[in-house]
């Protein structure tokens, strides 16, 4: 009996088997094509991509039939205004509501420049902002730093915004954000610092996240900010220009390079920056110096975009106080119609030395006449001299006050402008004319034409209702000057023009 | 020998078949399964949404590995600045090419309110535009006209900006753009009107295209325009109020409209502007008179996001000058403060018909007191009546000028302001006083405790260094307003606080 049985169900079993097997082998390919179906299905959506070669476009058909809310957005600067303009509505209770429709955008909320790493945990942005959104309105700013380590949290702080441009500014104004966390650790394994500028507006609040530094792992040498004042620093004077611009002279620039260069030493260097007044010319009158590492120019024709006033010199000005604030222990601010001057008793080394206590001084300006020359060697000699040797008389007229430069201990510095700066921590002297002055030649840099108009041999001439005396004072050091320059660089420049 | 031949051949294609058919039973599956495979690859994108619900990410990674270029872009108001900022780099020459990025918007080139057809061939548009954009770069407008029908071109003119706020703008500023086509004729087919505003910015020039008005066939009526100045217009007297902003005095309120609604008679409507001034209690008041169809109020609390100055008052006013341009004869704009009189043996209709030559004039201001009340019916009853009636000190001062308001033709008018216009053709008159003049009662409107802080009985009254004088012109017509009132809208206000 159980034999039968066991035989029994076995023969079961079999004749189960039987019956599926059995079935039509039409049947049994239907079978197979829907597990294949099926797990085709399952996946399909890990195929590589280069086993397809569908187009964009019938992804984005066949991605709107499934899902409509994935739709690309197409944004040009000239689009037309897709938005429905919204109508005017009468309430229940009769009023008429009126809508107001912004469109297109008439100033960016913030125009970054640069932003540079000011000690420990501090950085500072430089840019542009609207000039109205500051006067008007209440922006703000957050500062985030977000470390490269993932192991380490994003922190963040408050933006200390500073306005240096005195009010100057037109449709931007320039802003430099002072962002200081107190949690930060000198660790060197990089991070992105990203600004969040809010724009305050009532009823949109809207923030703009930018990022506007990256530091790679292992790039910063925190001895920079740590260590003492009494270090070395890479020069001794460094030399920011504000935006230079127009025709400029290539003789005056040359006669100020090299002036100067004799002047600070080999311990300076030059920043200048050219918003379209270093034309070909004038790059060749620099180009012995730049070979020689003296100078370096930087080119902000870019910022012309934004008007900010007179090419956005404060913001230029702040952008060199950070970019090297570690590299020297003494920043200048002037032009290049601007000439400095210590007594003859005196040294650079010896004026700043006795200078040290203090963060700033302002310089006293000494305002030469850019169209009366001294005529001492005869006209035909004259022309034939430098600008500071034949411009030599002096304006004496009595005036309230001038303008000054100046000149700060960077690290000390927060922002800056183009006459002194208004944030720093330290004293600032006003009283340094016995120690350092400088001439001004107002109105020489762009004269492309012989700047002598008048020839004089007084010690006291009187025109056009103005009184001026004969002040030899950088006449008597052109040859010196003229001799440094021909041993420093040769005679390359002895052909450049008025 | 043929019959070999053939039965050979019929016999290999039948080895043929015999072969495939002969392989195993899992290879015809395998065969049978790429079949299918490849029909659905063939077929998938012409499945119905509704078979399928695969989640949107799903797709969106199932796009990313195919289609790298269609990306849904995440666009909220606080997205993350996507763009790689710009590096700056060293050219060849060893100048330092610095960059510039602008981020986010902090004002809109143009915010629309309304725009206006101002007759056959031209189109008034209203709204604010950045301020420093119009004070110191070159925007442009062009106008364009879109007809509905197609086969009509478009047609584009200038379009003329006018600048009407007197330089009050801070983030904003008022611009109204005339749109005078040379060659729009007097169909009725409808169209669009498109305003291009181009910010001049020297690097883009972006143009923005903002549709501003959409005309539906048959809609308008073309004798509004070309009918003599003799046809009588919809109204005699219309009035346009400037912004209502802040924690008006519903009595002061209530007091206004029926002197007003009495003074210009049934010809007359008063249309206001909320600015958030018409809270709860002050519509109230103009209820009775919105329902009399006196009274139109238009809220314009949106505006509060542009700040133009004072609540865009001055865009105001222009809205409702070309809004209403073609329904009243004249158009008066003053404040819920301030009370037109004429003297008693004149009517408002002598006066203006005495006027009738002139498109504008000014009308000159008595200044009264808001804090100093005539108690000449006693304490008690000096405080249970009305504004005008109890507070009824004129301030005599001299002073070089007053603020002044004015009244118009407004079909001679291309643009207004707040004290009067400057935009207009034909004649405005300053020396109204003998005919028509108003009294001012400043502060007082948004005193919600009782204004009277001082009662006095003399003609003639010296506080805080101020001289004042009697005068009882409007507490005169006192009982005459509120007869009126009651009268034409019952007692329903009888409860108003002050």
Chains 1, 2 share one sequence.
Not at 217 to 239: E, I, R
Request: hydrophobic share 35%; charged share 20%.
């Amino acid at each position: 009996m159980a034999k039968e049985r066991d035989h029994h169900s076995n023969k079961d079993k079999k004749l189960l088997v039987g019956v599926v097997w059995n079935f039509s082998t039409e049947l049994k390919l239907i079978f197979m094509a829907l597990l294949v179906i099926f797990t085709l299905a399952t996946l399909l959506p890990f195929i590589p991509s280069s086993s397809f070669s569908l187009s964009a476009s019938d992804f984005r058909f066949c991605i709107s039939r499934f899902s409509p809310a994935v739709v690309p957005v197409n944004i040009t600067s000239t689009a037309v205004n897709k938005t429905e303009p919204e109508i005017d509505r009468v309430l229940d209770n009769g009023v008429i509501k009126r809508t107001f429709t912004g469109h297109g955008s008439a100033a960016y909320n913030f125009v970054t420049m640069s932003a540079y790493r000011g000690g420990v945990n501090s950085f500072a942005v430089i840019g542009l902002s609207s000039k109205p959104l500051h006067v008007y309105g209440r922006p703000s700013y957050r500062c985030e730093w977000v470390p490269l380590d993932p192991t380490q949290h994003p922190v963040s702080t408050t933006g200390f915004k500073i306005l240096t441009d005195w009010g100057y500014g037109r449709i931007y104004t320039t802003v430099v954000v002072n962002c200081t966390f107190s949690s930060l650790s000198a660790v060197n394994s990089g991070g992105n610092l990203i600004l969040h500028a809010t724009t305050g507006d009532p009823s949109l609040n809207l923030t703009d996240s930018i990022p506007v530094l990256t530091e790679p792992p292992n790039s910063v040498d925190f001895d920079l900010y740590t260590s003492s004042a009494a270090v070395k620093k890479k020069y001794d004077y460094l030399y920011c220009g504000s935006s230079l611009y127009g025709n400029l002279s290539p003789q005056r620039v040359r006669e100020w390079i090299a002036y100067h260069a004799r002047f600070f030493g080999d311990r300076s260097h030059f920043v200048l920056h050219d918003a379209g007044g270093i034309h070909g010319e004038v790059f060749e009158v620099l180009r012995p110096w730049i070979e020689l590492g003296r100078v370096t120019v930087h080119d902000i024709r870019d910022q012309e975009r934004f008007d900010g006033y007179y090419h956005n010199q404060f913001m230029v000005v702040n952008d060199c106080l950070h970019r090297y604030r570690f590299e020297a222990k003494w920043m200048f601010f002037f032009d290049v119609d601007e000439f400095m001057y210590v007594p003859e008793k005196e040294t650079v080394e010896s004026v700043m030395e006795s200078l040290e206590e203090y963060s700033q001084f302002t310089i006293e300006q000494m305002p030469m006449s850019s169209k009366i020359c001294y005529s001492g060697d005869g006209p035909a000699r004259t022309y034939r001299k430098w600008g500071f040797e034949k411009m030599a008389y002096r304006d004496v007229k009595k005036v309230p006050r001038r303008d000054r430069k100046y000149a700060v201990q960077p690290q000390n510095v927060f922002a800056t402008g183009v006459h002194m700066s208004q944030n720093l921590q330290g004293k600032t002297y006003h009283k340094a004319e016995g120690k350092i002055r400088y001439f001004h030649y107002h109105g020489s840099i762009s004269q492309r034409r012989e700047p002598c108009r008048h020839l004089f041999n007084d010690s006291r001439v009187f025109l056009e209702n103005n009184p001026y005396v004969l002040d030899t004072t950088l006449r008597d050091v052109g040859l010196a000057v003229k001799t440094f320059e021909m041993r420093t660089i040769g005679d390359r420049l002895i052909r450049t023009r008025q």
